[in-house]
């Protein structure tokens, strides 16, 4: 069995990283370049930096920070935010990207996926996907969750898989920031449905739910931000107890 990720995960607003419950009330957390060499260097399987505002305030993924935070990691590292053409990946990459994550562009335009895929490999294309449990089921959300748009999740996710995306990264709006556990029966029936990785975000509050999302929630990879950021959850601790629980991971 391949060995589980654990990957903290930056959201970076105007140049520093923030953490919201719920994708408000957003709190200072600290100097990215710093929490990312602490992580590196603390067992972090991988980094992801999403900066949260470069979709809803039209500009783009800050560059010269994901340079900076690309020069002091040895894992492998994806950048979200603002992404809409092959030549923002190009860029991204050149600064020092492995992957990049589309999220509300790709839903605009789901051709994106495909020619990203084309042109730079699945490997480096990561959907990532916010969604909320209405009462009719699983709905996609875009620009930071801040706009419904009636599209059914799990139809989503199938055709971004189709369309050549070779990771998903699952945001539940109901458990983001909450520490009240992952979404694992979404997530157990995304991990059947689709035959890409895929990676859980939203609700991790103890070790406890890291256990859960990879043995419930059946997840190839659990993204968390402020039990990381603040040091309620240590990650070699967190690797320790989950090796305890026969969970595969990489000390």
């Not at 730079?120 to 699983?138: I, M, N, P, R, Y």
């Not at 039990?227 to 309620?232: A, G």
Request: some cysteine.
């Amino acid at each position: 069995m391949l060995a589980k990720r654990i990957i903290p995960c930056l959201d970076i607003k105007d140049g520093r990283t923030v953490k919201g419950i719920n994708f408000v009330d957003l709190k200072d957390a600290g100097d990215p370049v710093e929490l990312a060499k602490a992580y590196a260097e603390r067992g972090a399987d991988e980094l992801v930096f999403l900066d949260i505002t470069a979709t809803h305030e039209k500009r783009k993924t800050l560059l010269e920070l994901v340079e900076k935070v690309a020069k002091v990691l040895t894992i492998p590292f994806t950048v979200g935010g603002g992404i809409n053409s092959c030549e923002d990946v190009a860029q991204i990459l050149k600064a020092g990207a492995d992957k990049i994550a589309i999220n509300s562009s790709a839903v605009r335009c789901p051709e994106l996926i495909t020619e990203l895929a084309n042109r730079f490999g699945s490997q480096c294309v990561v959907l990532a996907v916010d969604a909320c449990e209405t009462q009719e089921g699983w709905e996609v959300y875009l620009n930071g969750g801040r706009i419904p748009t009636g599209i059914k999740l799990f139809d989503w996710l199938k055709e971004a898989e189709r369309r050549g995306a070779g990771e998903i990264l699952f945001t539940s709006m109901n458990h983001d920031g909450t520490k009240n556990g992952f979404a694992n029966e979404a997530l157990a029936e995304i991990s059947e449905m689709l035959n890409i990785p895929l990676i859980a975000s939203g609700g991790a509050g103890n070790m406890h739910h890291f256990a859960d999302v990879f043995t419930k929630g059946k997840a190839d990879a659990a993204l968390a931000a402020s039990v990381f950021h603040y040091k309620e959850i240590e990650i070699p601790e967190l690797k320790n107890y989950l090796k305890s629980e026969d969970i595969p991971v990489r000390l």
